[in-house]
């Protein structure tokens, strides 16, 4: 099972670039990683997902090392409605739930 | 419109009461899922399904019980054996196959036993 580590809070401020890192040491050859983004009392929504190297989509990066013992997700230029909690998954939800791993989370404070 | 539906989004209940939570999704997805999150604190799985008629326990299953008669419908009852229920509870859904899938997660129901 593989088990994620994420920074517990990060500042920003408006129009900066923030990087979010997740550790996964033990992560199995057919797990996928896969960024969500929570808000207070909503259900978290997808961000973006990868497998290795670089994966980019209209809303963020995710950079994924040759090893994929961890992952960076990247927000450009974030705003006051980037403030959210930002979690990384490792596994195959879909095939395998049971040993699909969410990490604790990592809180982003986006400041004016 | 598409999406996955939990309901209702505020409940109370009194210690000792079973509860059941509901989950409906349209997205003709095969697996659903139950998720609980405390304040501060990442999901933690419940139970999941895979396909109608068939369940698995998840890390936390003790006290919560699920059933899959329906492809689109995946109710949780959390019983009087749960010994801390307050929580707030949300349901997912995804495609089953392929390991590149991302789950979908309905609004959450917030549960407060007093």
């Known amino acids: 099972l593989a088990k994620t580590t994420q920074p517990i809070s990060m500042d920003s401020y408006e129009g900066q670039e923030v990087n979010i890192t997740c550790s996964h040491n033990?992560?199995?050859?057919?797990?996928?990683i896969t960024w969500y983004q929570q808000f207070p009392s909503q259900g978290p929504r997808f961000i973006i997902q990868?497998?290795?190297t670089k994966v980019t989509n209209e809303v963020a990066s995710l950079f994924i090392p040759a090893d994929r013992k961890s992952s960076t997700l990247s927000l450009p230029r974030v705003s006051l409605s980037d403030t959210a909690v930002y979690y990384c998954?490792?596994?195959?939800?879909?095939?395998?739930?049971?040993?699909?791993?969410f990490g604790d989370g990592t809180t982003l404070t986006v400041k004016p | 419109d598409g999406g996955i539906t939990q309901s209702p989004k505020y409940l109370f209940r009194k210690e000792g009461q079973n509860v059941t939570l509901s989950c409906e999704q349209n997205?003709?997805?095969?697996?659903m899922y139950w998720y609980r999150q405390d304040p501060g604190q990442g999901l933690r799985l419940i139970y999941y399904?895979?396909?109608?008629?068939?369940?698995q326990k998840g890390d936390i299953a003790e006290g919560y019980s699920v059933s899959r008669e329906k492809k689109e419908s995946f109710p949780l009852t959390v019983t009087s054996a749960q010994k801390n229920p307050t929580a707030f509870y949300l349901c997912?859904?995804?495609?089953?196959?392929?390991?590149?899938?991302?789950?979908?997660f309905g609004q959450g129901t917030r549960l407060t036993v007093v």
């Open positions: 997912a859904s995804s495609w089953s196959r392929g390991a590149d899938t991302e789950a979908f």
């Open positions: 033990n992560i199995a050859t057919n797990d996928y």
């Open positions: 990868g497998y290795k």
């Open positions: 998954l490792v596994g195959d939800i879909g095939t395998n739930a049971g040993k699909s791993t």
């Open positions: 997205l003709n997805h095969d697996a």
């Open positions: 399904s895979q396909i109608v008629n068939d369940f």
